[in-house]
């Protein structure tokens, strides 16, 4: 149980182009997901908090018109990085909480590898 | 948010009980204590978590003393496949003061043959 899957686990773009990453709850309902971006040998930094129905809410720092999160069902969230340029290639992870559960245990996806070329 | 403080890195060899230790001084009432297993280029693996006394699952222990101002985590009889990164973290329960996992720098096991 708890598995939470991404797609794509790897892409290279163009600079200027944009990129859709997914992020599936596959055996739960998650109402919380987050966002998560880590560079080379660096911890996790969270990037955002995404909630099923409403807007994402933006860690200090983090352009939320460049990295658009939509949660549109308690199953699926999506972070685009719109006009990529190669300062954020990146490994961006996802994590999803359960709804209905008493901590904050966050179960987290594989990665996707972004290289902006 | 409770800061916490790991080793930077630890060594064992395989076969031996390896134990990280994890402060956080700041811990609040509300606050759970979770432990995570991140090998590269790959999500945070979950491992155990807890509130007080000890915890014991099929992969770890989890030791937690009367004040909570730190934890240990057990890892029984490492092999090589156990070498990764360790994050200690503090979070708040879901209905309380909603705290997002903050990861610290982490603790870099190696498992030497």
């Known amino acids: 149980g708890a598995v939470v899957s991404q797609h794509p686990s790897r892409v290279i773009c163009k600079s200027g182009t944009s990129v859709k990453i997914e992020c599936r709850s596959l055996d739960f309902q998650a109402t919380t997901m987050f966002w998560y971006r880590q560079f080379p040998k660096q911890s996790l930094m969270l990037m955002a908090t995404s909630n099923e129905g409403s807007k994402a809410t933006y860690e200090q720092g983090v352009e939320k018109d460049k990295f658009l999160i939509n949660h549109a069902s308690l199953t699926l969230s999506t972070l685009t990085v719109t006009s990529a340029h190669p300062e954020d290639s990146s490994f961006y992870i996802c994590?999803?909480?359960?709804?209905?559960?008493?901590?904050?245990?966050?179960?987290f996806g594989p990665g996707t590898r972004l290289t902006v070329l | 948010l409770a800061k916490t403080t790991q080793p930077i890195s630890m060594d064992s060899y395989e076969g031996q009980e390896v134990n990280i230790t994890c402060s956080h001084n700041n811990i609040a009432t509300n606050d759970y204590i979770t432990w995570y297993q991140q090998f590269p280029s790959q999500g945070p693996r979950f491992i155990i978590q807890?509130?007080?006394t000890k915890v014991t699952n099929e992969v770890a222990s989890l030791f937690i003393p009367a004040d909570r101002k730190s934890s240990t985590l057990s890892l029984p009889r490492v092999s090589l496949s156990d070498t990764a990164v360790y994050y200690c973290l503090v979070g708040a329960y879901y209905g309380g003061s909603q705290g997002n996992l903050i990861f610290g720098k982490g603790t870099k096991l190696s498992v030497k043959p």
């Open positions: 807890g509130y007080k």
């Open positions: 994590s999803a909480r359960a709804s209905g559960g008493v901590t904050d245990t966050q179960y």
